[in-house]
């Protein structure tokens, strides 16, 4: 069983990231505030779930949550900014984003940078032990799916309806056929074949 809280704070809110080792879309992000002694026997880290049960637990979180939000960085920026900097960036939007302030933040991994001067705790697997965490993993995941799902409508040689940007063999193959498209990260090795990627 998950736990509730890591600190004593009323507003702590779980942050989680989606898509940092992908070649093509957004990094996507989720900051969740769940309410004090919320449980549910479902929620768990998004990569443990099958995809029926992300998204029943979206539609929970959304309706039980104290206050969530998404937000995301684009492929571009992250060329920019490298994938780090991106993914903690899209964290502070999702932040920023909230209805309420949080009073502290849990983050999951072990890298990020102060938002403004609220207090933060990096945890390492925090979206296998920690409620909000594992929430914030759910709604990054099924926002940034349903995005790379509907960007193959316009793409779909790449097959990110399947694959949703990760580095798959068909996708890479997809790459070395067609070439990388906008939505590509130029930064990122994309084809098995190539040596470096040059800074566009």
Not at 121 to 129: E, M, N, T, Y
Not at 172 to 183: D, L, M, Y
Request: with cysteine.
């Amino acid at each position: 069983m998950l736990k509730s809280r890591f600190s004593e704070f009323t507003h702590e809110v779980g942050c989680d990231e989606a898509g940092r080792g992908c070649l093509a879309g957004p990094v996507v992000a989720a900051a969740v505030i769940l309410p004090a002694n919320y449980s549910h026997p479902l929620l768990n880290d998004s990569k443990q779930l099958s995809h029926k049960q992300r998204e029943w637990l979206r539609v929970e979180i959304e309706q039980s949550a104290v206050a969530h939000s998404v937000a995301m960085v684009t492929p571009q920026e992250i060329d920019k900014i490298n994938i780090l900097n991106a993914s903690i960036k899209a964290m502070h939007l999702a932040i920023d984003r909230l209805t309420i302030n949080p009073d502290y933040i849990i983050v999951d991994g072990n890298r990020f940078k102060p938002y403004k001067e609220i207090p933060h705790s990096c945890i390492v697997k925090g979206d296998s032990l920690y409620l909000s965490i594992a929430a914030a993993s759910i709604l990054a995941k099924t926002y940034r799916d349903e995005y790379m799902k509907n960007l193959s409508v316009e793409f779909p040689e790449y097959l990110w309806a399947k694959n949703k940007g990760y580095p798959t063999r068909e996708h890479r193959r997809a790459i070395e056929e067609h070439g990388a498209s906008p939505h590509h990260r130029r930064t990122f090795r994309l084809t098995n074949s190539q040596l470096a990627i040059p800074n566009l």
